[in-house]
T-cell receptor
């Protein structure tokens, strides 16, 4: 069973460009979480999505950041007009639907995308 | 609001020696507690978790952690450290089953000396 997949693993953008980060959850998982890890810090929650729904985006910056999890395909975290302060590692995690027979109340993390803004 | 404190930024342990990594949390109700390990350039791997029941929790790779409500702590331990344990360790707290908006500590970097 493949784990959570993220691509690209490394992404370099110039200030003002757009960054698109992709996350494919584990098979059988319908919930996706995005976290950001700034240098020398712990992970900070950004957004929680299920298919076609944003459940909680309380950790998302108000501007330039958006996330989606369409019915088909991976979850996308989009950062418009990137700035140097967006340089970080972005981690995706997935879990089964709460209350499902598969539910383990545990998030499984992908390897992350390291975004560098020049 | 929930918070997690990992007071040690770096710890160096000799190979074969015992290890204890500290984690203190702040949360009004019964917390859901996790320890994750992150190897360089990798994602986070779950070591163990505590939801309820026995306060001493066994995890993978020989790790264990003890939940102490009176001290608001969830310290990670291993009796004999291996060089491959060198990594960054994160303690995290969630508030409920199901949807877990995890709050992470800032991490402790473990160095293992020969």
């Amino acid at each position: 069973n493949a784990g959570v997949m993220q691509n690209p693993r490394h992404l370099v953008r110039r200030r003002g460009q757009e960054a698109r980060l992709r996350c494919s959850p584990m098979k059988g998982h319908s919930h996706v979480y995005w976290y950001r890890q700034l240098p020398e810090e712990g992970l900070k929650f950004m957004v929680y999505l299920q298919k076609e729904n944003i459940i909680d985006e309380s950790g998302m910056p108000k501007e330039r950041f958006s996330a989606e999890f369409p019915k088909e395909g991976p979850s996308i975290l989009r950062i418009q007009q990137v700035v140097r302060g967006d340089s970080a590692a972005y981690f995706c995690a997935s879990s089964p639907s709460p209350g499902s027979p598969l539910s383990t109340d545990t998030q499984y993390f992908g390897p992350g995308t390291r975004l560098t803004v020049l | 609001a929930q918070s997690v404190t990992q007071p040690d930024i770096h710890i160096t342990v000799s190979e074969g020696a015992s290890l204890e990594l500290r984690c203190n949390y702040s949360y009004g109700a019964t917390p859901y507690l996790f320890w994750y390990v992150q190897s360089p350039g990798q994602g986070l791997q779950l070591l163990l978790k505590y939801f309820s029941g026995d306060t001493l929790v066994q995890g993978i790779k020989g790790f264990e952690a003890e939940f102490k409500r009176s001290q608001s702590s969830f310290n990670l331990r291993k009796p004999s450290v291996h060089w491959s344990d060198a990594a960054e360790y994160f303690c995290a707290v969630g508030k409920d089953t199901g949807f877990q908006k995890l709050v992470f500590g800032t991490g402790t970097r473990l160095l293992v000396s020969p």
